[in-house]
């Protein structure tokens, strides 16, 4: 009988998807030097896509810092989160789309920083599942062909800070554009 090797499905050790970890530079806090103890990705998407809420953290054109909470979708690495385009939030962004975003847990830390930009005309099925999320994870969900009429925006990260044990875990992830 001939026998075929297969690869594995398994995720073999040391082998992590998503963005490659490193070590944040935040002196005098005692930040270890070597890989060990390391998050892997998956605690951000878990962190995030389990998150009933995010604050999302603008600068207006003067310079203002201005931070506020909203719902929001996390997926594929991005996260959907929208509002009325007169919100102070939303006019920064029209002019800045620089973002920073967090989780309200002080403890279990998630800080991400990267750009946001208004979803335009998106395809259907990524309306489409914009809107079951919404309805799965918040029990209502705009109709699909609401997320093209503007207000919603998706915000892809640049660079990803985490940490639950600080500062023996403190990891950090840089994201290809």
Known sequence: MVTTKRASKKKQPGLES???ASRPHIPGYGIPNDKKGLLPWEHVTDRMSQAMHYWICTVSPDGRPHATPVDGLWLDDQLYFGGSPQ???NRNLAANPAV?????????????????KELRAPDLSLATRLSEESARKYGYGPKPEEFGAGGVYVFRPRMVLAWKQFPKDATRWHLEE
């Open 100 to 116: 920073c975003v967090h989780l309200e847990n002080g403890l279990d830390v998630v800080i991400l920083h990267g750009d946001a």
């Open 18 to 20: 998503g963005p490659k």
């Open 87 to 89: 919100t102070r939030r």
